[in-house]
């Protein structure tokens, strides 16, 4: 499918373009204060033409041909500028009046319109190259997590990804140059976020709704991350950087190399990095309720050793660019709290030898990926049509889950995503873009913790954005309409469960044969699934006035339809990741685990949502504050049972049991080895907050900027698990010309309100570092120190599964070095 996709989409722009008359364009670019504009960029949208303004704030086009001219202006100290003069038939002067900001404007590529931060009609990060190399992690979810709105799963420091506004896993989409990863971390927490960021030109994250253009799995939010791995043009000269350092809390050792060049119309990129740590120091014990074996000061089974490459090749000429790319992907990392309890003693083992057999327990996965992707962009190729996008990337990806040194669970997933969009050319000022997608998934599982069927996941769906200014005013409107099918492999579903009886029968009265009576029951049965079939519409409306100079307020009102994950679906096994037992939407099971031949109808979910976001961008000031409110109908979540699942083999070991007590004893023993059954519902839930981020500048060198968000989610009187508690963070940084600092502290209030199996969380507070010095002024050449959580806090994450047996790493200091060029 990829294949025949790629060709087509070569043979199309093999077309040639129509023939048009070359005109001249010209013009001035100013500020309000009539000051000239120098360096800024001017394209012609739809083609390949780009200039920059000089000195004086002058740009000229010559040899114009597209035949519907669209100028775009952009510079990060200014709000966007552009103008649609229509079908041209000779020469044009456009000039152009930018209006000033204090914060970096940059243009979000994740937004099919290409608007800018300050322009989005929704809130909306982009972390820039040059703050992504100052806060990178070993995962997508730590790098992000000061983010507003954004928190991490922290599955250990090994495996995390971004929680955003409360949503993680099928809510938030991940994906890399607009086209989704196609991994497995959406199934399950301790699967890690295959998007490689370390090479990253920047991170961009929408929050809230972004099922538009990326799909009901976006219903929560998009995280998109953005590289060079197909260059668009061809850059006059070699360009990249090299990257290496250390770090002392858990003795890592990191190193990196990014490249792009080219000649003539070939362009080319390269990039890789190399990652291989140690397990991590922390402050005091991993559980919160340590037993007498645990050894305080690391976290075991957080070691990692990763290897990436990526290479790409594009051509580009004036008439637009394609280009491939590959990426490999091989990924060793421990995760912590994932024993599998074989505490089984061997045949012929002494105690002391068990002992140590069972100290070296634990999981490793070990990740092989393997990403194409291929991009391209079509100028003017018809009539009407400004542009025309493609985007395509296929990733055979396979982790396999080693467990005392045998391979217990195999994780496979091939997965196709198709993008093309069309830029229409302006009508009555209306800018839009309508496109279709289209994505393939072939997902299997085969072992202890394959939990879930082998399903095949397709999806096929059209899109329409469209957006108009009116003065101060951008008015934005969208649809889409996506059909979801699930096609899942049939499954023996065995269920063994405790009850949890109250009963005490006293041996003296004679009641010894009462004894723990049906103490536990098995239930199995076979399933054949009949294809699942979903059709999710989503709507949007939103408003972005500039009611007064260097001041904005945007208005977003939406509705969602997310279609049911496979996970929520399917889910018929023990997830150990996250301790449970889980239970499918499509299962009807009673109160006693007794699950009936009859299959639950499911539901899409619905979110009807209201975003509201001021923003302050001129002076030496500015902020952005943000407000949201989200009512979802036959909302998706995990509830308890008083059920427990037995691990297989109870029965067997109960049988040589023959003493009564000890045979009750031995049933308690198994009762808290099983885990926690729960079991997918739907129910209407509400979930509102608030998110802010400022900053003062003190003078041209010292600015103090601050930060905070606050998520409330719940159904009925119940709360949903595991939401991000109030957080506060503040900064103060130093800009030197050689010199450059920063010192931040972000505090964590303590997490109450939980649902019924949740336990509350401690607050904390962690204080960083960092100190960068250039040591040329030639070259870019970098030496710096980050200091983190200095003061050595034992910090436990309530988003995490692992929260009671994995705290945050103590004290780090990271020592690097890097060369850009």
Known sequence: MLRKSVIGAAVVMALGAQATVAATIEGKITNQAGTAVEGAEVRIEGSKQVTFTDASGYYKFSDVKAPHVHLHVYSPDYIHGDNDLGDISGDQVADFVLTPVSVENIVVTASVLGSSVLESVTPVSVIDEYQLRKIQAETLGETLKNTPGVHSTYFGP???????RGNDGPRVKIVQNGLDVSDVSRIGPDHNVAANSTSATQVEVLRGPATLQYGSGAIGGVVNVVDKRIPREVPAGLEGDVEANYATVNDGKFGRFNLTGGQNNIAFHVDGFKRKTDNVD???????????????????????????????????????????????LDNLYGVPGHSHHHEEEHEGETEEEHAEHAGEEGTNLDVDMTRYQAAGEWYSPFKGISSLKFGAAYTDYEHVEIEDGQVGTRFTNQGSDIRLAATHADIDAWHGVFGLQYHNSDYAAEGEEAYTPPTETESMALFLVEQKKFGSVILELGGRLERTTYNADSIDFELEVAEHEEEHHDEE??????HHEDEHEEHELAFNFDEYAFTSSSLSAGVNWEYTPGYSVALTLSRNERAPSMQELFSAGQHLATQTFEVGLVFDMDEDGEVSENLRSVKEEVSNNIDLTFRKFSGDSGYTLSFFYNQADDYIYQSATDLTALAH????????????????????????????????????????????????DLNVNWRVSVFGDYIRAKIDSDNLPRIPPLRLGST??????ALSSELSVVWYDDQTKTTQ???????????????????????????????????????????????????????????????SF
């Not at 690391?298 to 394609?322: C, H, K, P, R, V």
């Open 649 to 696: 083999g109870h029965e067997e070991e109960e049988e040589e049991v023959h003493d009564e007590h000890e045979e009750a004893e031995e049933h308690e023993e198994h009762a808290e080895e099983g885990t926690p059954v729960y079991y997918f519902n739907q129910d209407d839930a509400t979930i509102y907050g608030v998110e802010a981020e400022g900053f003062v």
């Open 158 to 164: 090994v495996a995390s990804s971004p929680v955003i």
């Open 757 to 819: 199996y949740e336990t509350a969380t401690d607050g904390y507070t962690l204080v960083n570092a960092s100190v960068d010095y250039r040591l040329s002024d030639t070259q870019d050449w970098t030496v710096y120190v980050r200091a983190n959580n200095l003061f050595d806090e034992e910090a436990r994450v309530h988003t995490s599964f692992l929260k009671d047996q994995a705290p945050l790493p103590g004290r780090n200091f990271t020592l690097g070095t890097r060369l």
């Open 732 to 737: 103060i940084s130093y800009e030197g010309e």
């Open 509 to 514: 009265e004679g009641h010894e044969d009462e």
């Open 282 to 328: 922390i402050p005091g014990y991993a559980s919160v309720n340590p037993d007498e074996d645990e050894q305080p000061g690391t976290l075991e089974s957080s070691a990692m050793d990763t290897t990436n490459i990526t290479a790409g090749l594009s051509l580009a000429d004036d008439q637009g660019y394609f280009g491939f790319s590959v990426e490999k």
